[in-house]
């Protein structure tokens, strides 16, 4: 099948690819960018050339996995590189697709297509000669991107839906699709929570629209389990739902974490003091992806087709306890001052609503969404036994102290601005906005908190 304006070809070491009469050509160790930002390779890795004669039934079959071939959606980010960084150790050729570029050194084996994984055209190019497709892609994980609607659902919805087509049209028999517990947790206690015995959490209940899109998302992946691929053949699907993920190079939570607790916005303490939550390390979830991978193939009698695996570190903590470490290599007290949650949600929900009225004027960052309230607040632990028993998953020990080391001595210098005089009045009006609310006895958060009591 040929696509207007793109044309792969991949008899030789390296790739060309055209679109939009633009020209690029990878080849060795040199690297050319497209100009256009709708698609742009970098990096270079072996040749997927399918044999003219084959026979296409899906190509996992008996595929050694060193042989395999993959792209990774998401691969620009922290754990998207990490994986195929992984997997091109391993010896097989990865594509790592995202929007941005990987930030750190792209390594032989691996080539990083930059493009939306909402831009079908590209994707489908992409996913030439592909036996495994690793969906990490994903939009409005925390901050103030949980508030931006329209990308999560085009991104996290639409995107799975392109990732889907594209297995089924490219004949690629594997799809593993990384989730969240969010899908199941929504503000009510979960504690070691399994696969079997823990539903869905309504979707219409979730309060931010990143859990509602993973849910429908990882609903999508799990129906399109068993269906038949173009050339002939089966796709099989699983997912794998991580809480937080932290590691030595994370670029996500770790920052904004450190950069809050310097600014003195992290000094109060609020939920319940026995709340727990599970983390892992993004060794181990690499770990459970490859093993996910494997047991979607006829030699692990498929045993992971249609199933969903918790993964985490098997060990579960109190938020504000865990992140001592950061505390005291930034040289910051910890929070002793503890506030009622209810006042906490209150204000998230405020600033929620603030940030959308200002948006236009100017790009405010809360300092907690509700979700993340209802994360840090309220236990949601998960057990690993099925992953263990199903996939072989055996999480090893990482310690949260040694991400805090490195990220202490890799940081940029910090920046002089003005958020935290931004946010300064932005907690002064939201409690103002507060003292006010509280005297309507209808406030929905309100209601809220009497349902989650029972």
């Given at each position: 099948m040929?696509?207007?304006?793109?044309?792969?070809?991949?008899?030789?070491?390296?790739a060309?690819?055209?679109?939009?009469?633009?020209?690029?050509?990878v080849?060795?160790?040199?690297?050319?960018?497209?100009?256009?930002r709708?698609?742009?390779?970098?990096?270079?890795?072996?040749?997927?050339?399918?044999?003219?004669n084959?026979k296409?039934?899906?190509?996992?079959?008996?595929?050694?996995?060193?042989?395999?071939?993959?792209?990774?959606?998401?691969?620009?980010?922290?754990?998207?590189?990490?994986?195929?960084c992984a997997?091109?150790?391993?010896?097989?050729?990865?594509?790592?697709?995202?929007i941005?570029?990987?930030?750190?050194?792209?390594?032989?084996?691996?080539?990083?297509?930059?493009?939306d994984?909402?831009?079908?055209?590209?994707?489908?190019?992409?996913?030439?000669?592909?036996?495994?497709?690793?969906?990490?892609?994903?939009?409005?994980?925390?901050?103030?991107?949980?508030?931006?609607?329209?990308?999560?659902e085009?991104?996290?919805?639409?995107g799975?839906r392109?990732?889907?087509?594209?297995c089924k049209q490219r004949?690629i028999?594997?799809?593993?699709?990384?989730?969240?517990?969010?899908v199941?947790?929504?503000?009510l206690?979960?504690?070691?929570?399994?696969?079997?015995t823990?539903?869905?959490?309504?979707?219409?209940?979730h309060?931010?629209?990143?859990?509602?899109?993973?849910s429908i998302?990882?609903?999508?992946?799990?129906?399109?389990?068993?269906?038949?691929?173009?050339?002939?053949?089966?796709?099989?699907?699983?997912?794998?739902?991580?809480p937080?993920?932290?590691?030595?190079?994370?670029?996500?939570?770790?920052?904004?974490?450190?950069?809050?607790?310097?600014?003195?916005?992290?000094?109060?303490?609020?939920?319940?003091?026995s709340?727990?939550?599970?983390?892992?390390?993004?060794?181990?979830?690499?770990?459970?992806?490859?093993?996910a991978?494997e047991?979607?193939?006829?030699?692990k009698?498929?045993?992971a087709s249609?199933?969903?695996?918790?993964?985490?570190?098997?060990?579960?903590?109190?938020?504000f306890?865990?992140?001592?470490?950061?505390?005291?290599r930034?040289?910051?007290?910890?929070?002793?001052?503890r506030i009622?949650?209810?006042?906490?949600?209150?204000?998230?929900?405020?600033?929620?609503?603030?940030?959308?009225?200002?948006k236009?004027?100017?790009e405010l960052?809360?300092?907690?969404?509700?979700?993340e309230?209802?994360?840090?607040?309220?236990?949601?632990?998960?057990?690993?036994?099925?992953?263990?028993?199903?996939l072989?998953?055996?999480?090893?020990?990482?310690?949260?102290?040694?991400?805090?080391?490195?990220?202490i001595?890799?940081?940029?210098?910090?920046?002089?601005?003005?958020?935290?005089?931004?946010?300064?009045?932005l907690?002064?009006v939201?409690?103002?906005?507060?003292?006010?609310?509280?005297?309507f006895?209808?406030?929905?958060?309100?209601?809220?908190?009497?349902?989650?009591?029972?």
């Amino acid at each position: 099948m040929k696509l207007p304006g793109i044309v792969c070809i991949q008899e030789h070491y390296g790739a060309i690819f055209t679109m939009e009469k633009k020209l690029v050509h990878v080849s060795g160790n040199r690297r050319h960018y497209f100009t256009d930002r709708k698609f742009i390779l970098i990096g270079r890795t072996k040749p997927w050339h399918q044999p003219p004669n084959a026979k296409v039934k899906g190509n996992a079959g008996a595929q050694n996995e060193k042989n395999m071939r993959a792209v990774v959606t998401g691969g620009g980010g922290y754990f998207g590189y990490r994986l195929g960084c992984a997997l091109a150790s391993s010896g097989a050729s990865v594509v790592l697709y995202d929007i941005n570029k990987p930030i750190w050194e792209i390594p032989d084996g691996v080539v990083c297509i930059q493009a939306d994984v909402r831009d079908y055209d590209a994707l489908f190019a992409a996913c030439e000669g592909a036996d495994c497709v690793f969906h990490v892609a994903s939009y409005g994980m925390s901050g103030r991107e949980q508030l931006h609607r329209e990308e999560i659902e085009t991104v996290n919805i639409n995107g799975t839906r392109f990732i889907i087509d594209a297995c089924k049209q490219r004949n690629i028999s594997r799809l593993i699709y990384t989730s969240t517990v969010n899908v199941v947790f929504g503000g009510l206690p979960i504690e070691d929570g399994d696969e079997e015995t823990v539903p869905y959490f309504p979707i219409e209940k979730h309060v931010d629209h990143y859990s509602r899109t993973k849910s429908i998302a990882e609903q999508m992946v799990l129906a399109a389990n068993g269906t038949p691929l173009a050339g002939g053949g089966i796709l099989y699907t699983c997912v794998l739902r991580p809480p937080g993920i932290y590691g030595p190079e994370e670029q996500r939570h770790l920052p904004r974490l450190a950069k809050n607790i310097e600014r003195g916005l992290l000094s109060f303490k609020f939920g319940d003091p026995s709340a727990k939550m599970n983390w892992v390390h993004a060794e181990n979830l690499v770990q459970a992806q490859i093993l996910a991978a494997e047991a979607l193939t006829p030699e692990k009698n498929y045993i992971a087709s249609g199933q969903v695996y918790f993964i985490n570190d098997g060990e579960k903590f109190n938020l504000f306890e865990w992140l001592t470490p950061l505390f005291e290599r930034l040289g910051c007290s910890k929070p002793w001052i503890r506030i009622p949650t209810s006042l906490v949600y209150i204000s998230a929900m405020i600033m929620e609503y603030l940030h959308l009225m200002l948006k236009p004027f100017v790009e405010l960052s809360p300092l907690l969404t509700r979700n993340e309230v209802q994360n840090i607040s309220i236990t949601h632990t998960f057990r690993i036994d099925k992953a263990r028993n199903q996939l072989g998953y055996s999480p090893e020990k990482f310690v949260f102290a040694d991400s805090v080391d490195h990220y202490i001595k890799t940081r940029p210098e910090a920046q002089n601005d003005h958020i935290f005089l931004k946010v300064l009045l932005l907690l002064i009006v939201s409690l103002s906005l507060i003292f006010l609310s509280l005297r309507f006895d209808d406030l929905s958060v309100l209601h809220f908190f009497k349902e989650t009591k029972h």
